[in-house]
């Protein structure tokens, strides 16, 4: 039967597979750069399911930040000022991202300044 149908519509059969692999390929991308992500941002603490991630380079972006995750939900912390820059996390969350923030600023901050 499958013989058949390749007799039939050669070119609509390669269709399907051409759309199966770009399929797979635009999903294999997505994971890719998700694991990727999660390599360049390593994971520096967890607590009650949330996740603070950061990245240092000499050339990232101002100001100095981390990034949380929790469930769905991501941010961005400034750790200067220890606020939201960006992103949303429930109300518990949030406060307990910012006294954490607020317990390692001293640490991140000389750490941040010794970068040439």
């Given at each position: 039967?499958?013989?058949?149908?390749?007799?039939?519509?050669?070119?609509?059969?390669?269709?399907?597979?051409?759309?199966?692999?770009?399929?797979?390929?635009?999903?294999?991308?997505?994971?890719?750069?998700?694991?990727?992500?999660?390599?360049?941002?390593p994971t520096i603490s967890m607590f009650y399911g949330i996740i603070i991630r950061m990245y240092f380079a000499p050339g990232e972006h101002p100001p100095p930040h981390f990034h949380v995750y929790h469930a769905e939900y991501s941010g961005t912390v400034d750790i200067g000022?220890?606020?939201?820059?960006?992103?949303?996390?429930?109300?518990?969350?949030?406060?307990l991202v910012l006294a954490?923030?607020?317990?390692?600023?001293?640490a991140a901050i000389p750490d941040l300044a010794r970068t040439p």
């Amino acid at each position: 039967m499958s013989a058949l149908i390749i007799a039939q519509s050669p070119r609509r059969l390669m269709g399907v597979f051409f759309g199966f692999g770009l399929a797979l390929t635009l999903t294999m991308t997505s994971c890719l750069l998700k694991r990727l992500q999660e390599v360049a941002l390593p994971t520096i603490s967890m607590f009650y399911g949330i996740i603070i991630r950061m990245y240092f380079a000499p050339g990232e972006h101002p100001p100095p930040h981390f990034h949380v995750y929790h469930a769905e939900y991501s941010g961005t912390v400034d750790i200067g000022t220890c606020e939201m820059i960006e992103g949303n996390l429930p109300r518990k969350q949030i406060k307990l991202v910012l006294a954490w923030a607020e317990l390692h600023q001293e640490a991140a901050i000389p750490d941040l300044a010794r970068t040439p």
